[in-house]
């Protein structure tokens, strides 16, 4: 026996149990290749899984057996009028699409039910049915005549009625498509035709599929007169049917993928069959078989099912379960690679080994299950069992994440930055080709009008702090030298540059400070910028950006949240200072139109008129408030200006996810949705003429101050020579602030869920600014720093999602377009403003807030820490499905959350008053030590869950593998089974998609296997696995 090296030959059996108490030998003792065949001294009974494995890894001699991506279409033998033909029924690419019952139409892609007697049945035929390997044909009636010959040489086809299955093959193949067109009545056409299709309209209506051809008494007589011979003559499938008879479903052909190739499964019910025939075919080659794919793809696979009247339905369900098969990953390329009829059944028998069970009166049948949203990997059923790896070393990942991001000290002067520098420079010219998208113009004009309205409001704020020293025009000269200057050498150009209310104090303190000195404020500010840019310089040098390795999900998410409660604070409140400078009860307006003079017209008959359209009529405005227009329906107008803006941006947004429209028509709706926003708000405020409040941009380029010019002299009389040194006091606290702010949102634009592939620049971007800050000091110009808010809605803004071509396929985020042009182009738009004031000024502010609103609460999105704030109001049966509900009691995920809550409530105070405000830099420092002190309250384990950078996939696919580990445990369990066999075992493990229910033995004959994804049971199995470990 052993000499004869190969495979065993065993009855399938859902328990691979060995039969005796003697432990089968491990086919890799000695070394040997996990691949090799084996003997039966080798081991008794093999698992599927095993089977599986050992036929994949094989070597692929040749080009013929490598896999394709499948494409599989159901057809059922049908009677249509008077003629017999096939009919397509449903149709995979990875889901199931079926033709909806009497709605000529295809149904919604949906996850495919399976009875589980359909899938025994199926393999039943593969054991005693006709499968041919590797058939050489190349067409349709070549291929119809292998089948028949081989099916009366095996004695399953009586050779009387091998015409007649000849024929049947050959039969014309009706495609969806097809009907679709047929249903669209000309202009022209004759009574009797109209008569006849509704009357074939109503036969189909009362039935779920098209009539079975068997069903009607003179199938029989027709089959019988139409030989082989003679059903050439008429259109067929095959070589016959030229390219101008069959034109395939083109628009469809866009969801295939490229290189695909066809699986088809034919049957149907005859009555001159008495048994049931079925053959499974490869043929050697791919070819186009006419009319027999919807689209011109070239068939592989070809299963064909006949058989006697009485059994359409059961037939109906095993060809589902074929295809269903196909579209499997695994079976899917265990069909291309075997050699043999047991090859094949070796995957059915997996597939049944990893499916999940759904009992029958827990669960609706009819139900179309949703595809999933995502699909866990296959590779664990197709590679074998790997030994345990090593556990690596947290800190030393962690050392080496931080030397990757360029977060770890060098050791020599600029080390960092040089490092920087090489990590981006070849990503430099990409940074501009990867730009060509519409979706970067929709960003850029949405961010130039976020980036705008903030520019000028806080001019405008700094003009009443400093004395007009700098406003609204030394803001927007501001802006557009730092944009510029960091959108083009910058080492994080997504990090959006802006003003902050830090910044705002600091100025303030710093102009009272010279005040009260008697001192020229312009001057002693230069000599803070400059210490301010030298320090910063230092820190670069040092490599002092490696701190930000110590600001966690903690940190970030207070500072992110704070600042996006912020805006929208800010966007309500500006409405509501818009209510108190315009009451809606203002009291009687004291003004009139009155008739003109020598007019017959009554008082009366002019008083009708409003303020506006009185002089168009010749009449005269009589009263004390004529001056001014009334103004009692601004802040109603303002309220509604604001709300529509957010609400269109929120709704068109998320249109992308809409059921309506072409996907490209909605993803340019999402993108542009703010700009639609801003536009259709602005024209319905400028269509009923209220007076609401307009955006003011400076008309002319020239400095606020008549008495100033665009360069500071670093000296003035009215300043001692001591005061340049002793700036340095008031820089350090300025370095604080600026090193914070623009530090943190640094980290949080540069998340590992983003999924960055060109790399940070955290030195680079600190020594970029150091440089803007010397330059904006000594043209007297506010300094910019990066703006949280901002910088998240420009990567979210940016968000790039895989084009899904399959039906049902979900989108998955693949990342961010990282370019630089959006930035650029942001800055430049705002300088030059100045020359769009006419058409700058129609916009009213209260659009801008709204804007400011959505900014705000979209950039709330996603961040754990506001999920959690959230789940404190939830009960515990409607909390979703987060990571960290899984791994940490909720007791202690509230307790996390109570403390972060209180840290970020410290902060709102701080800085909501102006006398502790300046100290805010500092207590986000503070922030880092409370989160340091947050080790002696919870355990190591509960800390990397609730605070860490790690995105919720990765976690996801971090539990995944630790599955994979324990499945691992369990097959090599199964293959070793040091005890008796496990006799009555049910499967529960789903091909493809996640684990699932354990059914009672007698639940499995009458229920359902289904190919869905559940994550009931994934705490359990996390049970399961702590208990092998143990």
């Given amino acids: 026996m052993a000499e004869k090296n190969e495979y065993i030959e065993l009855p399938w059996t859902m328990n691979s149990s060995s039969g005796d108490d003697e432990a089968p030998k491990d086919p890799r003792t000695g070394g040997e290749d996990f691949t090799q065949q084996f003997t039966e001294n080798d081991f008794e009974v093999t698992p599927p899984a095993q089977r599986v494995q050992f036929i994949l890894g094989e070597d692929v001699d040749d080009g013929t057996h490598v896999s394709h991506p499948l494409f599989s279409e159901m057809g059922m033998l049908v009677k249509e009028g008077d003629e017999i033909e096939w009919k397509e029924t449903a149709r995979w690419i990875k889901f199931e699409e079926d033709v909806e019952e009497g709605g000529n139409r295809w149904s919604k892609p949906h996850v495919a039910t399976l009875s589980l007697h359909s899938l025994f049945e199926l393999r039943r035929l593969l054991v005693n049915g006709s499968v041919m390997l590797d058939m050489e044909a190349q067409n349709l009636e070549v291929m119809a005549d292998l089948v028949c010959d081989h099916m009366v040489s095996a004695g399953t086809l009586p050779p009387g009625v091998k015409d007649k299955v000849k024929d049947a093959l050959l039969r014309r193949h009706r495609h969806q498509h097809e009907y679709a067109k047929k249903t669209r009545l000309p202009i022209i056409r004759s009574l009797a035709d109209m008569r006849n299709h509704s009357s074939s309209k109503k036969k189909k209506s009362n039935s779920k599929h098209s009539r079975p051809a068997q069903n009607l008494p003179s199938i029989t007589e027709d089959m019988v007169k139409s030989p082989s011979n003679q059903s050439m003559a008429r259109p067929g499938s095959g070589t016959e049917l030229s390219e101008q008879q069959h034109k395939g479903n083109t628009h469809f052909m866009r969801k295939i993928p490229p290189g695909a190739e066809a699986s088809n499964i034919l049957v149907g019910e005859v009555d001159f069959l008495e048994r049931t025939l079925s053959c499974f075919i490869r043929l050697s080659q791919a070819v186009v078989l006419g009319d027999l794919t919807e689209v011109p793809v070239p068939t592989r696979f070809v299963f064909i099912l006949l058989g006697p009247p009485g059994s359409q339905s059961n037939f109906h369900e095993i060809g589902r379960a074929m295809a269903t098969l196909m579209s499997d990953e695994i079976f899917h390329e265990v069909a291309y690679r075997a050699r043999k009829r047991d090859h094949l059944l070796s995957g059915v028998d997996e597939f049944l080994d990893a499916v999940t069970v759904l009992p029958p009166g827990e669960w609706d049948p009819t139900i179309r299950i949703e595809p999933p949203a995502a699909i866990p990997s296959q590779e664990i059923r197709k590679r074998p069992p790997e030994l345990p790896k090593e556990e690596v070393d947290e800190e030393e990942e962690e050392a080496r994440l931080r030397e990757e991001n360029g977060l770890s000290r060098t050791g020599r002067l600029f080390g960092g930055l040089i490092n920087d520098i090489k990590r981006k420079a070849p990503w430099y010219i990409s940074d ?110 040092i490599d002092a950006s490696a701190l930000v390795c110590y600001i966690t999900r903690f940190t970030e998410e207070n500072f992110a949240t704070l600042i996006a409660f912020i805006f929208i604070y800010k966007a309500i409140e500006n409405v509501m200072v818009i209510g108190k400078n315009f009451p809606v009860n203002q009291g009687i307006y004291d003004c009139v139109c009155t008739p003109p003079i020598g007019s017959n017209a009554s008082v009366i008959d002019y008083a009708k008129y409003n303020w506006d359209s009185c002089e168009s009529y010749n009449g005269t405005l009589v009263g004390g408030d004529c001056g001014k227009p009334p103004t009692e329906n601004v802040f109603l107008m303002s309220v509604v200006l604001c709300a529509g803006t957010f609400l269109i941006s929120t709704v068109l947004k998320e249109f992308k996810n809409a059921l309506f429209f072409p996907s490209i028509v909605r993803q340019y709706i999402s993108d542009f949705s703010v700009l639609i926003a801003i536009f259709a708000m602005s024209f319905f405020d400028y269509s009923l003429g209220v007076p609401t409040q307009k955006l003011e941009v400076p008309n002319e380029l020239k400095p606020t101050l008549s008495t100033r010019g665009w360069l500071i002299p670093p000296f003035a009389e009215k300043n001692p020579w001591w005061s340049a040194i002793i700036a340095v006091f008031p820089a350090l606290l300025g370095t604080i602030l600026i090193f914070m702010d623009q530090q943190i949102t640094a980290v949080i634009v540069n998340r590992k869920e983003n999924k960055l592939k060109k790399g940070c620049g955290y030195h680079l971007d600190l020594f970029i600014l150091s440089i803007l800050i010397a330059i904006c000091s000594m043209m007297g110009l506010p300094w910019f720093v990066a703006a949280t808010v901002l910088s998240i809605n420009h990567v979210n803004s940016l968000k790039l999602e895989s084009e899904c071509s399959a039906p049902g396929e979900k989108p998955q985020f693949l990342g961010v377009r990282e370019q630089r042009v959006t930035h650029i182009l942001i800055f430049l738009t705002i300088g030059v403003s100045v020359l769009l004031t006419p058409l700058l000024g129609n916009i009213p502010m209260p659009v801008l807030f709204g804007v400011f609103l959505y900014m705000g609460v979209a950039s709330l999105k996603g961040l754990q820490f506001f999920d959690r704030i959230l789940i404190m109001f939830m009960p515990a049966k409607y909390q979703p499905d987060y990571m960290f509900l899984r791994q940490v009691p909720i007791k202690r995920v509230h307790l996390f959350t109570m403390i972060q809550l209180a840290c970020l409530i410290i902060l709102w105070l701080i800085k909501s008053f102006s006398q502790t405000s300046i100290l805010f830099p500092l207590m986000l420092v503070v922030m880092i030590g409370i989160r340091k002190a947050l080790d002696l309250v919870f355990t190591r384990r509960e800390l990397k869950i609730l605070d860490d950078i790690m995105p919720e996939m990765t976690k996801r696919a971090a539990a995944d593998d630790l599955h994979k580990l324990d499945a691992e445990v369990g097959l090599l369990a199964r293959i070793f089974p040091w005890g008796k066999g496990s006799r009555g075992r049910v499967v529960t493990k789903p091909p493809g998609l996640d684990d699932g229910i354990v059914v009672s033995g007698g639940a499995v004959g009458a229920g359902l296997i289904t190919c869905t994804t559940s994550n009931a049971n994934e705490k359990e199995f996390e049970a399961q696995s702590s208990l092998l470990k143990k």
């Fill in 432 to 541: 501009y080709k990867d730009a060509l998208s519409m979706q970067c113009v929709a960003s850029w004009i949405f961010l130039y009008f976020a980036c705008l309205s903030p520019i000028i409001t806080f001019g405008g704020l700094l003009a009443e702090a400093t004395g007009k020293h700098m406003a609204a025009m030394e803001s927007l000269v501001s802006g557009f030298v730092c944009g510029m200057g960091y959108g083009f050498f910058s080492g994080q150009p997504l990090t959006i540059l802006g003003s902050t209310g830090p910044v705002l104090v600091f100025e303030s303190i710093i102009y009272e400070f010279c005040l009260k000195m008697g001192w020229e404020y312009m001057t002693f500010r230069f000599w803070i910028g400059m210490w301010v840019a030298g320090i910063c310089i230092v820190l670069t040098a």
